[in-house]
């Protein structure tokens, strides 16, 4: 099945710093989303991105589905960016469901 | 327009009951996904429901089951709880690509 790796998966920054957070897919697919999970366990929607560029205020993301990577852009980090980063990928093949990465674990130190 | 709740928020169960979560999709929303998520690691998918039938199974054994109802909520039941049943439990609606998930259920089995 599709593999799908998430790195780094530990983060530790200054508030105020930038960072990129990658993931890597082993097979095409159809769509991908990024996910912030808060302490609570909520998993927050950040970007729906099968492919292209979007940006939403301080966050960005861009997948180049062709070369099966996709990567999300923190500009400006602040404490409440700390928790937990995954993207899911629903593959080509039909399975019917989304697979998860491995996550990156972020913690913004003020 | 609401969003995808869950209940309960907790449940503490003994090994060998039986329990039944619940999820209510985003309005407009025809499809529901339940994913499994152990401590500090990313969902597992456990299986999908579109218009009241499965459509996709994850890695599961058949004491997880579920149903959809017509209204597109739906239930989670496990049979024969095992210890390692202990997980946040998370539903997601989607309409066509995109999933939305509900604040999750906590189920501790002791």
């Known amino acids: 099945g599709i593999q799908v790796e998430q790195s780094p998966p530990d983060l530790i920054l200054q508030e105020g710093a930038n960072s990129t957070l990658r993931c890597n897919f082993s097979d095409s697919v159809n769509n991908l989303q990024w996910f912030h999970q808060n302490p609570w366990g909520q998993l927050i929607n950040l970007f729906y991105i099968p492919s292209g560029t979007k940006q939403n205020g301080r966050l960005s993301a861009t997948t180049v589905a062709t070369e099966r990577y996709s990567l999300l852009y923190i500009s400006s980090s602040q404490t409440t960016d700390s928790g937990v980063y995954f993207c899911a990928v629903f593959p080509t093949s039909g399975t019917y469901k989304y697979i998860f990465g491995t996550g990156t674990r972020l913690k913004v130190l003020a | 327009e609401t969003g995808v709740t869950q209940s309960p928020t907790h449940l503490i169960k003994t090994r060998g009951q039986q329990v039944t979560l619940r999820c209510s999709s985003q309005?407009?929303?025809?499809?529901v996904s339940w994913y499994q998520q152990a401590l500090g690691q990313g969902p597992q998918f456990i299986f999908q429901?579109?218009?009241?039938?499965?459509?996709g199974r994850g890695n599961f054994p058949p004491r997880f089951s579920g149903l959809q109802f017509p209204n597109y909520s739906s239930e989670l039941n496990v049979n024969a709880l095992e210890l390692d049943d202990s997980a946040l439990y998370l539903c997601a609606s989607s309409g066509r690509s995109e999933q939305y998930f509900g604040p999750g259920t906590r189920l501790t089995v002791t």
């Open positions: 429901y579109y218009r009241e039938e499965e459509n």
């Open positions: 309005s407009g929303h025809n499809t």
